[in-house]
């Protein structure tokens, strides 16, 4: 074998740039450049941080979509016609029960309220003439000097006399209801919406919804559940009587958990048969009106005793099309993938049915630095 020193390697390098006209400048660097490129550069090592699995108690527990609904609800609308004088309230505020909403002119219901009290004075006095002619003629009848057909005709003209009080004391009820209805005040204590009329507007029956009042505190959740997880839940829910004890709790629009647990208090007797759910019903405190009608909301419902399992933490738990898997990093601080059956995930935590055990690292952040067979600079999981 012909051996060939650097010397003249470097020559013909050089003779052979020469010839596709580079100068020799040029040549030299390049010379010098190529066994520095030859080297290889070290390769880092990707920090992740790494969790146990344990076996930890958790609750059963699933998931549902809910409606917010308030527990009452009305449309305020207008029992007389009349132009409106005052609005006392807030739009979009809180009012007590009993407070005005809205006041009509009073004026045209306060005389009609005065007429009928002035026939039933005037059907009153005609009542007690036709007593006295009664009397008269049964006066008269006992003496024998009257006919019998003159008392009866006085008898029925006292009947008579009577219903007309009844009419005109109905007329006065009714007058005086009508004036009562010029002040529209609210039924509970809530919070209404926008009003849809000003002062000044004139409304009556046929205006429609003034305003929507809304009490809000509690405030009811409806959710349905598949049949099958009620059915579950209720296998290991506390029994009282015919009721179920859940614990359920809310997590709003934004992803934060609302602070107050709810408490089911209606479960449908039947089972829908398009959907195969069931509607449950659960009621929250909402002192601070956190919760608005018609939100839509995530449901968590736990049953009563818990059950230990093992779980590992939510965020170390990834799926593609095959299903979920984990990554685990082993006392060599090797990754590696590994297959399991996931539960439910609650409180943040996943149970693990299969394919992991008991102290087994995974890892929960960083992951997507790790590779299988690769190896990784594990650090648990809330060291510094």
Do not use: W
Not at 142 to 166: F, K, Y
């Amino acid at each position: 074998m012909q051996l060939i020193s650097r010397k003249d390697a470097s020559r013909g390098k050089a003779s052979k740039i020469r010839k596709h006209g580079l100068p020799i400048a040029m040549a030299v660097v390049l010379c010098t450049l190529q066994p520095a490129q030859a080297q290889s550069t070290p390769s880092l090592v990707p920090a992740v941080t790494v969790a146990p699995a344990e076996v930890t108690a958790v609750a059963k527990s699933a998931s549902f979509n809910g409606r917010v609904v308030a527990v009452q609800k009305v449309n305020i609308r207008a029992r007389v016609s009349g132009f409106v004088k005052e609005i006392g309230f807030t739009e979009g505020g809180t009012v007590e029960e009993g407070s005005v909403l809205y006041r009509i002119e009073p004026e045209e219901y306060q005389a009609s309220l005065a007429q009928a009290e002035a026939v039933l004075d005037s059907a009153r006095a005609s009542e007690r003439l036709a007593f006295i002619e009664r009397d008269r003629q049964e006066e008269l009848v006992a003496r024998q000097v009257s006919a019998q057909s003159q008392l009866d005709r006085a008898t029925a003209e006292a009947q008579q006399a009577t219903a007309e009080v009844q009419r005109a004391d109905a007329q006065r009820d009714l007058a005086a209801l009508n004036l009562s209805y010029t002040e529209i005040n609210a039924p509970f204590a809530g919070r209404v919406g926008l009003s849809a009329i000003d002062v000044g507007a004139l409304i009556g029956p046929d205006t429609g919804t003034l305003v929507p009042l809304v009490r809000t505190d509690p405030m009811s959740v409806q959710f349905p559940i598949p049949e099958r997880d009620l059915l579950d839940l209720r296998d290991r829910a506390s029994l009282s009587g015919e009721n179920e004890v859940f614990s359920v709790e809310l997590i709003l629009g934004n992803g934060s958990v609302y602070p107050v647990p709810g408490i089911v208090d209606f479960a449908d007797v039947s089972v829908s048969q398009s959907t195969d759910t069931v509607l449950i019903r659960a009621n929250f405190a909402n002192t601070e009106g956190v919760l608005r009608d018609g939100a839509l909301v995530t449901v968590t419902v736990r049953g009563a005793e818990p059950e230990m399992a093992l779980t590992v933490p939510q965020q170390a738990v990834l799926r593609d099309l095959t299903g979920a898997y984990v990554m685990v990093v082993d006392s060599e601080s090797v990754v590696e993938q590994r297959r399991i059956d996931a539960g439910a995930t609650t409180a943040g935590r996943t149970i693990v049915v299969s394919g992991l055990d008991a102290g087994e690292m995974v890892i929960t952040e960083g992951v997507n630095k790790a590779r299988p067979g690769a190896t990784v600079d594990a650090a648990p999981a809330g060291d510094n």
